[in-house]
């Protein structure tokens, strides 16, 4: 009998208690009254803010063209480029357009030039000088990402082309994202940048923030764990590896314990710099001299000269043979 | 001619050997073989598990009714907010009723309650209760997060507003997931808080065990690699950064080697502590007093009194000058 | 008025000046201009590339029969499990047959043995004969996939059945792949296994690579930010922890300034050896011997005779009580 059958097979025609689900008006009623005007995450009768999904896609087509014939488009030749070039082009000044004005608005919200949807500014024609400017960095950004392809192939003795470098190494995808994230912030455009790089982040591990300046010939190996803060500044030919942190030393805050925003407070990394796996850099003042290598897992908060080499000195280890461990004691070891 | 374009053009419609093709079901007999009752990777003619898309679509309709406005509903007010509330909330309670009545069924399972599906127990009904349980707990959980939040935005220097921690934040990402399966935990639901975390974790780097306890006004700045384990008690202002790990010392064995599952083995931290970069503190008995503070890449398994300042000693490292390096011998890097 | 509208409201119908859009035609030639031959990061007139999405179907496709019941089907039972795996195969082959059939064709093209897609070689018939050698290997995956299970379940006291580790565990997702993946590097199958295990790491923080050789019951808990390189060898009942990096020293150069690939650059990891978390093991003849520890943030560049134990040594760290701790002077953190 069909009414026999345990009720999960019914899927989502749930048979629950009818007097319970009678709860779920009030319950409504209680969460709506939780958002206040004051409360801070929420985001109720604002403009809307960009569109995550749109920002995504914005990024996608970029890389179709940055990238011709890699991944979403294939069968491309010279014969049909134009036309796949042309239609992208017209469809990311389209999307361009519509999500840099949202987030020029938001940006006027929150700076409080107006409270609300209601202003006389025109942010979509503002938007659409910024999507054009960004359009035509494209052939630069093109010429800086081949230098990147090219230093992975370069530093990488596990790659066989540059191929396997555009289709699937992380690094580059992180920096292909931070390039196109830091012609933005260049082109003052607020919000969207931040959304690209922790799209990227999500993807890949690597949190490079869109403010950080970087030179040609960029490469992060494996990549998962790096981080790279706001005012870094990053020279031509640098490597780094997986968990490298180049980071801030504590914060300064002003008289009212407010941190104080916009100063430079991540290191300089000068051309042809090595960082190996898990390296921490920390501070605004530290520079690491041109052609340096910095060895796997070592901390530094003070500058390095040039063509200087730091590794750890031999690790200060207690090592204990077979003879001497007890089995009740097995040491300090972690999850 | 047609036929003389490569076999590849043509896609799925293979040219292959009709031959080598007859082989397909012996080796399917030969797979099926391998799926033997006493096998642990294959879930045969039990219940459905709970569905992993139900339950990711569950964490993204709760993130619609804690942040409304941001994500995949935009244009809500004061107008329209109730309803979509409203039935969010009604297919939220027939979602978790079924997912949670599934986990409640697998759980009795392993534990030897039933051998399979034709069980008397309403576990349905079970699940409904919990469910309605977990929306009860909505302006709660509201109201931590806020203080998460505004933790975020007081303790970045590159933060520019509370929307931006809500929109693209990764540590407030796990941070809100963490909280739901947390509750669920407190409402003895199996299996999916993990499921959750697990996503979390996967979208973010960061894994945070939803058995922990963790404070209000919680940060978590970039935290790719961040693992706070089962047992840690976090209290409330405390900051961690990435690569940071709460974890245990070496697990304990019982009489017959297994292990010893359900003690404390995580540490305790104090309100109002700041773990900064890749940090590593251990076991159950190791407590960071209040206010403390303990700096980039420092290894603990002994506790600290509150007020206190832990950073690495100058590191010990070897630098060599330009004039002392060799070409043929770089020293000790990693790739 | 409907025009009165903010022009955002028409979503991708964007208010634009026509004028402006009049330089898309000239833009989109400037950015074809730049897709010249020796131009490293375009795919243009080549042979397709095997398709990304493809390839993670397959492996998504290759996981519902290695744990059949777990995710994307559910309801499998005795009676119908040979029908799913059945057309499971069936696509399987196909699909695979056309995408080994472009790594192939695409590996010639690179080794200079033809320019283009004009070849009398058939590729896809090798690629089916491929295929055809991995479906057969799926018995043997789900042995060792099994131990690999079970490893996970003795290692891990937060775990209470084996179906959480193949449900949820990414340490044991990321092994899934990267066994699929080295079967097909012992099947000298070009480009597809780097690309199912650079999937695995974006899915999960895990890199390792598939050329590496790793023996039963391996497992690795939390994961990531861990790194596996292509030339480590790893023996049976190896038990890794997150940030774990087993890596290589400085590369070597050929006359030409060349690296020189192919050598082995990465440790070998004895039976029975655990290895916590941050540990840094570097170099292709370091040998970690059988039954070692080593303990948290350790870094090695030399070889461990078996049954040894490697910890920290008390970190030299620098403690500060409250009454020395000035305002201004808070030391040296890191963002």
Redesign the interface.
């Known amino acids: 009998m069909i009414s026999s059958l ?3 097979h019914k ?2 025609d ?4 009818v007097r ?2 009678e ?3 009030a ?9 206040t005007p004051d ?11 960009p ?2 999904e749109a920002v995504v896609e914005i990024v996608l087509s970029l890389k179709d ?7 979403r488009k ?5 014969g049909n ?2 036309y796949h ?2 239609s992208t ?2 469809s990311l ?3 361009l ?2 999500q840099i ?2 987030a020029l ?2 940006e006027d919200r ?1 700076k409080g030039n107006h409270d609300d ?2 202003t006389e500014t ?4 503002k938007g ?2 910024m999507a ?1 400017q960004l ?2 960095r ?2 630069e950004l ?2 800086v ?2 230098t990147d ?2 230093a992975a ?6 790659c ?5 470098v ?5 690094g580059f995808a992180a920096i292909t994202v931070y390039r196109i994230a830091h012609t933005l912030v260049e082109l003052s455009v607020p ?1 969207i940048p ?2 690209m790089t ?2 990227a ?5 690597i ?1 490079i ?1 869109p ?1 950080a300046t970087v030179g040609d010939y960029f490469f992060i ?2 990549g ?2 790096v ?1 790279i ?2 005012t870094c500044e990053i020279g031509e030919h640098v490597k780094l ?3 490298v ?1 180049l ?5 300064k805050t002003d008289d009212d314990g407010q ?4 100063t430079k ?2 290191p300089t990394i000068e051309d042809g710099v ?1 960082v ?3 390296a ?1 850099i ?2 605004g003042n530290t520079v690491i001299g041109k ?1 340096s ?1 910095i ?7 003070k500058s ?10 031999k ?8 003879s001497e ?1 007890s089995g009740a004691d ?6």
Request: charge should be negative; charged fraction near 20%; glycine fraction near 10%.
């Open positions: 345990p009720s999960f899927g989502i749930v048979a629950s208690d319970l689900k709860q779920l008006p319950l409504t009623e209680e969460i709506v009254a939780t958002y409360d801070v995450i929420n985001h109720l009768g604002h403009c809307p803010l569109s995550y063209i940055l990238y011709p014939g890699y991944r294939v069968g491309l030749h010279s480029i134009r070039v042309g082009v017209d000044h389209d999307q357009t519509v004005g949202r608005r938001h929150i949807c209601e025109d942010y979509e024609a659409q000088a054009l359009l035509h494209i052939p093109r010429r990402l081949a392809a090219q192939y370069d530093g990488d003795p596990a066989q082309t540059t191929d396997e555009v289709f699937c190494y992380p919000f931040r959304m922790e799209w982040h999500q993807m890949t591990g949190d923030h403010g190996d494996h998962t764990g981080v803060g706001e590896y997986q968990g942190t980071g801030a030393l504590s914060f941190l104080i925003r916009g407070r991540h090595v190996y796996a898990n921490t920390l501070g052609d290598v060895g796997s897992s070592v901390w530094i908060t390095v000269s040039p063509r200087t080499t730091v590794v750890l000195e690790p200060q280890l207690r090592v204990r043979g077979a461990t097995q040491g300090n070891f972690q999850i």
